[in-house]
């Protein structure tokens, strides 16, 4: 199965700022299919960017995703006190589908 | 719009065998190319995906626990479900069910989850 290694853990950052966040596939990832999904606590995950680039629909501009291959990057250009939270990547190219461990990116 | 809703025991007894049923309301769950889907995430890890199931009944299922679970559907009454059998406090969880809109797809809409905690 493909193993998906995010990074940072933890991201430190003040509201306004940039977050850059990383997912690492094991093996390439088909046809870009690659997901990112947003968590609060006690709720369900949300859908961000499918197909590695797409925003889900009612997803703000502010959220962009990148990559190919083994290595993609969900970017949040100025960060919203609503956007603190942890994020996961997913795979859905290759049997099982499987998610990253998550980052989480909390208030510096 | 489309709500998906857990329902189910939230205790289970060790060995014994965990039922949930997800429950489409807002929509038909026989709608041509949704597949419909459990992931489960333990307290305070990561998620993982069980298996999903199509309308017509056509199941996929993680191979980790490909032995132990069974996905079902209900086309009469909007609803598919999820037993996990012989389960032990691992499989204590938070279960979601969730739709994608093809094979190949992402996770577009999620229930709010259901806590199940396994324990005599």
């Known amino acids: 199965e493909i193993v998906l290694t995010q990074s940072p853990g933890t991201l430190s950052l003040s509201p306004g700022e940039r977050a850059t966040l990383s997912c690492r596939a094991s093996q390439s990832v088909s046809s870009s299919y690659l997901a990112w999904y947003q968590q609060k606590p006690g709720q369900a995950p949300r859908l961000l960017i499918y197909?590695?680039?797409s925003r889900a629909t009612g997803i703000p501009d502010r959220f962009s995703g990148s990559g190919s291959g083994t290595d993609f990057t969900l970017t949040i250009s100025r960060l919203e006190p609503e956007d603190f939270a942890v994020y996961f990547c997913?795979?859905?190219?290759?049997?099982?589908?499987?998610f990253g461990q998550g980052t989480k990116v909390e208030i510096k | 719009q489309l709500q998906l809703q857990e329902s189910g025991p939230g205790l289970v007894k060790p060995s014994e065998t965990l039922s949930l049923t997800c429950t489409v309301s807002g929509g038909s769950i026989s709608s041509s190319s949704y597949y419909w889907g459990w992931i489960r995430q333990p307290p305070g890890k990561g998620l993982e995906w069980m298996g999903s199931?199509?309308?017509?009944?056509?199941?996929y299922y993680n191979p980790s626990l490909k032995i132990r679970v069974t996905i079902s559907v209900d086309t009469s009454k909007n609803q598919f479900s999820l037993k996990l059998t012989s389960v032990t406090a691992a499989d204590t969880a938070v279960y979601y069910c969730a739709r994608h809109r093809s094979y190949y797809d992402a996770f577009d809409i999620w229930g709010q989850g259901t806590m199940v905690t396994v324990s005599s």
């Open positions: 199931i199509y309308y017509s009944g056509s199941t």
């Open positions: 997913q795979q859905y190219g290759s049997s099982p589908w499987t």
């Open positions: 197909g590695a680039s």
